[in-house]
């Protein structure tokens, strides 16, 4: 079983929809990350929290610490929001390395 | 402020060589993360460099090795490469040991023959 696991692998959703996706993690961890990947790999960190929620723009993480889960919502979806959103959490073992999801491929349709 | 930058974008090698990529990190921070990413899947922790020392490493054979120097660049060296090697790599750099947000480069794709 995997340290990190997210949830749709893949979503497929109409432009204007909201959007969510989940991830949940098995290890304590001092943090966690949600990262966009677009096609061609570059990275984009868009949030970290390690509790409560952030919101930035149409983007909004909440993290439950208790429960060890996670959720990124996008609200209004729009095409350029196609994209691999990766969960990765932070350890807090003494080693602060990132242990990643494997993504969701999430596509808008206009 | 400049970002994260990674060098060469993209590189074909054959079984048995050796390559380097290199990192240079975003200005101020101290620290430098080297993942792998083979094609669909999330990245795997390789090592992390903080002020010239490694600060940890994952599951990789010692074929594979760093080195971080005074101005906090990076370099990532994998020798005898191997068919699996083929995958992206990318490095992050960070503040304080990477408990603070990781900042990515670009990647280079690697692609062993």
């Known amino acids: 079983k995997n340290e990190v696991e997210q949830s749709p692998q893949n979503l497929t959703a109409q432009e204007g929809e909201f959007i969510t996706i989940n991830c949940s993690y098995s290890?304590?961890?001092?943090?966690l990350h949600w990262l966009q990947q677009h096609p061609g790999g570059g990275i984009v960190s868009l949030f970290m929290?390690?509790?409560g929620k952030k919101k930035h723009g149409r983007l909004i993480a909440t993290i439950n610490i208790q429960e060890k889960h996670s959720s990124l919502h996008i609200t209004a979806s729009h095409p350029r929001d196609s994209a691999v959103y990766i969960c990765?959490?932070?350890?807090?073992?003494?080693?602060?390395?990132?242990?990643f999801g494997t993504g969701t491929r999430l596509t808008i349709i206009p | 402020e400049t970002g994260v930058t990674q060098s060469p974008t993209h590189l074909i090698k054959t079984r048995g060589q050796q390559v380097t990529l290199r990192c240079s990190s975003q200005?101020?921070?101290?620290?430098v993360s080297w993942y792998q990413q083979a094609l669909g899947q999330g990245p795997q922790f390789i090592f992390q460099?903080?002020?010239?020392?490694?600060?940890g490493r994952g599951n990789f054979p010692p074929r594979f090795s760093g080195l971080q120097f005074p101005n906090y660049s990076s370099e990532l060296n994998v020798n005898a490469l191997e068919l699996d090697d083929s995958a992206l790599y990318l490095c992050?750099?960070?503040?304080?040991?990477?408990?603070?947000?990781?900042?990515f480069g670009p990647g280079t794709r690697l692609l062993v023959l």
């Open positions: 992050a750099s960070s503040r304080a040991g990477g408990v603070e947000t990781q900042y």
């Open positions: 290890v304590g961890i001092s943090a």
């Open positions: 929290l390690s509790s």
């Open positions: 990765a959490v932070l350890s807090n073992f003494g080693n602060e390395k990132l242990t």
């Open positions: 200005s101020g921070h101290n620290t």
């Open positions: 460099y903080y002020r010239e020392e490694e600060n």
